[in-house]
């Protein structure tokens, strides 16, 4: 058997598998029970997870290692293209394989209730566009993804609908996102009408500039290869962006929406949110800041310097706002959504150490930064669907997720009590499990950067973590020393919602214990975001053509 047309078509097939089972689940739905659905949605998200498995190995064996697939074979920029490099190819596999999770949990967690078939279609939806937003190469595309994704995600949401909290959640939700939505496509307006494009490797190629008129691939410049008034629009083009993203991703103070909608959603969406959105929009963010505009030269290398080091405050102010707030907490999925915001404060302050660099395209000691970033986008997107996931199984105990009802569930579930200890001591970054390891690499790469300012940072990430330990020892402490609370409403929960959280507990002590194992594709993620290769292959593959 030949598989190269299934290298080929892998990334397309990532993103269409979990499109075409949402459209197939509704018939499906009215000659089958609940379990064949949930069956059918996990298995659309494993198939979705082998394709993006295949895509990061294709990559990782490619000369250029980037694959570049043009929908209905027209060329970039006038066509639709995917283009994936060791960067998006890694955060494709942890978002299907988060994805996978989901859903397998999603069978054991939605038995009790009613329109399951819809949230089975919801959430193969929002896995379809998740996936479309890390693959695509073009910014219209990701804009359109990015829709697919939120439109699914506000019902959602409400999927509990009986419930008056889901429903505000799901409205408060849709009026800031929509905000945030519409404000990333004006600044599409803004760059079309600068760029002349939509395309990232095009507009990279304009960006950068100095190839020499005629070199990127599409109009709109001038005889010395740069777009006119390019500066002005890059100001507009980076505020917007860092708004939507920063939305989307929780930076504070842009992180209202997200606390909100991950407290009032189902477990298993609030994981979504918390982990899978986040990391996408942090992943979208690094496109912007890093692949596009990363390197540009002066005067936009001036705006791009300031912009990261408003990342570097904001960072600071999500550390601190995210992590105390989590200590005052009295809602379990509120205090993880807002533990969130200081991880995603974390990954916003490691961006933020590149505010000075200069030396593009980076390599060595310049990439530890971006290996602190990637590497905790994807131990916290591991831990953060741990601890919703296991938010969940104690809800469907106990019909509760406020923390005064934790009280006994080590007695009552030890396995679910553990791995939400092995979670809250990861998130806080405890030695031995996963999240130490970016932290310590965070500090390391500030370390190096030997500036007061970072070295204030450092104290930032300390202080927030040990008042992040001190919130999650306070759930542990209750879990293992409480008396359970009269009317449970089980003692056992089903095999399909414990098994995802062991495998997320056993994935979170593993790379705690020997972090080697992605190291090395840490690495080549960060390469590839600060290299020009991203563009300069698309450029120089039309021209061959």
């Not at 892998?10 to 379990?35: D, E, K, S």
């Not at 990279?204 to 777009?227: N, Q, R, T, V, Y």
Request: hydrophobic share 55%.
């Amino acid at each position: 058997m030949r598989l190269e047309p299934i290298f080929e078509h892998a990334p397309i097939l990532a993103i269409a598998i979990p499109l075409l089972f949402a459209f197939i689940l509704p018939g499906l739905a009215l000659f089958t029970g609940r379990r064949s659905w949930g069956l059918l949605a996990s298995l659309g998200m494993g198939i979705s997870l082998l394709m993006s498995a295949l895509t990061f190995w294709n990559v990782s064996l490619l000369p250029e290692r980037i694959q570049l697939y043009k929908l209905g074979g027209w060329i970039p920029p006038v066509g639709i293209v995917l283009e994936v490099d060791r960067f998006n190819a890694l955060v494709g596999v942890l978002v299907a394989s988060s994805l996978l999770m989901l859903a397998i949990y999603s069978i054991g967690y939605t038995s009790r209730d009613y329109g399951v078939q819809y949230y089975y279609i919801l959430l193969l939806l929002m896995g379809a566009g998740l996936m479309g937003c890390v693959y695509t190469g073009d910014l219209f595309n990701l804009f359109v993804f990015l829709e697919v994704a939120t439109i699914s995600s506000y019902g959602l949401i409400a999927f509990r609908k009986d419930n008056r909290i889901s429903l505000e959640g799901s409205m408060k939700y849709l009026v800031m996102s929509s905000l945030g939505i519409n404000v990333y496509l004006l600044a599409c307006a803004f760059l079309y009408n600068t760029y002349g494009t939509l395309n990232m490797a095009d507009l990279a190629a304009k960006i950068h500039g100095g190839m020499g008129a005629g070199s990127p691939l599409s109009g709109a410049i001038d005889i010395f290869g740069f777009p006119k008034d390019y500066s002005l629009s890059a100001l507009a083009i980076i505020s917007l962006a860092i708004w939507t993203f920063g939305i989307k991703g929780s930076i504070a103070p842009l992180h209202f929406p997200h606390i909100d909608a991950a407290q009032a959603a189902p477990a298993s969406i609030g994981a979504m949110f918390s982990g899978i959105l986040t990391a996408v929009s942090l992943y979208a963010l690094m496109r912007f800041l890093l692949t596009l505009y990363g390197g540009a030269p002066m005067p936009t290398a001036a705006l791009v310097g300031a912009f990261l080091h408003l990342m570097l405050l904001l960072g600071l102010v999500s550390m601190l706002v995210g992590a105390f707030m989590a200590l005052v907490q009295t809602d379990l999925k509120r205090l993880l959504a807002f533990s969130t915001v200081a991880n995603v404060g974390y990954v916003v302050f490691a961006i933020g150490l590149l505010a000075q660099e200069r030396s593009w395209p980076l390599t060595g000691a310049g990439l530890l930064p971006i290996d602190a970033a990637v590497l905790h986008i994807i131990n916290h997107t591991i831990v953060k669907a741990l601890l919703f996931l296991c938010a969940g199984g104690i809800y469907f105990l106990t019909g509760s997720q406020s923390l005064d009802d934790l009280g006994g569930i080590g007695r009552i579930n030890p396995s679910l009590a553990a791995s939400l200890a092995v979670g809250g001591l990861a998130i806080a970054g405890v030695p031995g499990l996963n999240c130490f390891v970016s932290k310590w690499l965070l500090i390391a790469a500030a370390l190096e950067k030997g500036n007061v300012a970072h070295y204030f940072g450092i104290v930032v990430v300390v202080i927030s973590s040990a008042a992040m330990l001190a919130a999650y020892l306070r759930i542990i402490y209750a879990m293992f020393s409480g008396i359970p609370r009269k009317g449970l409403i089980s003692e056992s929960v089903p095999a399909t919602l414990m098994a995802p959280i062991l495998i997320l507990t056993a994935l979170t002590i593993i790379l705690g214990v020997y972090p080697q194992a992605v190291l090395g594709y840490v690495r080549g993620a960060s390469e590839a975001v600060a290299s020009p290769a991203y563009w300069e292959y698309v450029w120089e593959a039309v021209r061959a053509r």
